[in-house]
C-alpha cells in the first residue's frame, strides 16, 4: 500500500516550507500575508499529490473531528424507520460532518459501552433517537454532551426533540373523511392508550376535528398495532354485527388486517368501507386498493434535528413538530348519503 501522503510532502514538491502550507492549506495565507505565487505553488502542489488532511490528527490537536453519532435503539436494522437513518447521513454529510450510526436494542450495558467508546474518538454531537416517539432517560455519558433528540423526548435535561406532528396528523386524517361527506359510523382501528405517544396524539386529533364539525367516532375497535390483531378483532366486529362507513387505522399495519378482514367477508375498499391509516410505511403502496396514509416525515425529522444539533437552526421552543404529509390514494371515497 502507498504511504499516506503528508503536509511535508506538500511543501517539499511546492518548494516552501511545511508552517506555511499549512497555512495555505487551512485558509490562513491572507491572514499570514503569504505571496499568491506560494498559494498558488501550495495548491498546485495538493492538487498533484491528492493530499488529503489527516482528520484524525486534526482532531486531537483541536478536539474537532466532524462527527456526529446516531445512537438508536432498533431504527438502523428496521426497514420501516429506515428513512431516520437515510435523513440523518445525508443531512450530516451536506454539512461535512460523518456520521456514526449505533444500535443499542435497549440494552443499558451496551449503550453505556458505545457511549463510552464514542467519547473516546472526541464525537463532537450526538443524536439520541427511537423507534417509535416516546419519553426516553439519557444514558448519563449524554448528560453532559451536546444532544439532540430524534423521535423521542425527555425530561432530564434541555435539549431539542423532533417529533411528528401527531395531533395534527390526527386532524388530517379525520378531515380526508368529513371532506369527503363522512360524518356517521365513523370507526376508530387501533390502541389508542396513554403508553403510545402516536396513539394518544392521532387519537386526540381526529376527536377534535370530529367534534369541531358536530360529530363523533362511531366508537373504537380495539387491537394491537399488528396485522393479525386487526383482523381478529375487526372480523369479530364485522361478524357482530357492526357496520361502518368508514375506518381510521392507527396504523398501516391495522389497515392491513382491516382489509384481510373485510375480503374475507365479501366487503370491500372503498366500495362497502373508506380507509384511512397512518405511517405511509411500503405496505400502503401494496395493499390493494392503494391505502390513504398520513405520513411519518422520517427524512425531514432527522435532517431537521441535524441541523439544530450543528447550530444552523435555533428553536424557540425545545419540542420541533413536523408535519406529516397526506398521501391521498384510492381507499377512500365519498360516503353514499354524501
Known amino acids: ?36 505565487e506560494t498559494r498558488r505553488r501550495v495548491l498546485r502542489a495538493a492538487n498533484e499529490l491528492r493530499y488529503r488532511p489527516d482528520l484524525m ?39 461535512g460532518h460523518l456520521l456514526f450510526v449505533c444500535e443499542t436494542e435497549e440494552d443499558p450495558a451496551l449503550e453505556e459501552r458505545l457511549v463510552g467508546e464514542l467519547a473516546d474518538r472526541h464525537v463532537d454531537a450526538y443524536l439520541y433517537a427511537s423507534m417509535f416517539t416516546r419519553d426516553v432517560s439519557l444514558p448519563a ?4 454532551q451536546r444532544v439532540a433528540l ?62 369541531a364539525a358536530g360529530t363523533a367516532l362511531a366508537g373504537t375497535v380495539h387491537c394491537t398495532w399488528w396485522p393479525e390483531s386487526a383482523y381478529e378483532e375487526f372480523g369479530a366486529f364485522l361478524d357482530g354485527g357492526g357496520r361502518a362507513s368508514a375506518v381510521i387505522c392507527l396504523n398501516d399495519r391495522v389497515a392491513m388486517g382491516v382489509y384481510q378482514a ?41 435532517a431537521r434535528a441535524v441541523r439544530l444539533l450543528l447550530g444552523r437552526q435555533t428553536p424557540t421552543e425545545l419540542e420541533v413538530r413536523v408535519p406529516m404529509p397526506v398521501r391521498l390514494r384510492e381507499s377512500v371515497r365519498p360516503a353514499a348519503s354524501a
Open 262 to 302: 373485510l375480503t374475507a367477508r365479501g366487503l370491500s375498499v372503498p366500495g362497502d368501507v373508506s380507509v384511512v391509516s397512518f405511517d405511509d410505511s411500503d405496505l400502503a403502496v401494496w395493499l390493494q386498493p392503494p391505502l390513504t396514509s398520513v405520513a411519518l416525515p422520517h427524512r425531514e425529522m432527522a
Open 150 to 211: 430524534l423521535n423521542c423526548r425527555t425530561s432530564q435535561r434541555k435539549c431539542p426533540w423532533v417529533v411528528p406532528d401527531e395531533r395534527r396528523g390526527g386532524r388530517d386524517a379525520a378531515r380526508i373523511l368529513l371532506e369527503t361527506g363522512h360524518r356517521e359510523g365513523i370507526w376508530l382501528v387501533g390502541e389508542p392508550n396513554e403508553q403510545v405517544v402516536a396513539g394518544l396524539e392521532r387519537t386526540a386529533g381526529i376527536q377534535e376535528t370530529l367534534r
Open 141 to 144: 455519558g449524554l448528560r453532559t
Open 57 to 95: 490528527a486534526r482532531g486531537l490537536r483541536t478536539r474537532v473531528t466532524r462527527t456526529i453519532a446516531l445512537i438508536t435503539d432498533t431504527i438502523a436494522t428496521e426497514a420501516y424507520a429506515g428513512g431516520l437513518v437515510h435523513g440523518a447521513l445525508a443531512a450530516a454529510a451536506g454539512h
Open 1 to 36: 500500500m502507498p504511504s499516506r501522503v503528508t503536509l511535508q510532502d506538500v511543501a517539499v514538491r511546492a518548494d516552501t516550507s511545511r508552517t506555511t502550507a499549512h497555512y495555505v492549506l487551512t485558509g490562513r495565507d491572507r491572514e499570514m500575508r503569504i505571496a499568491e
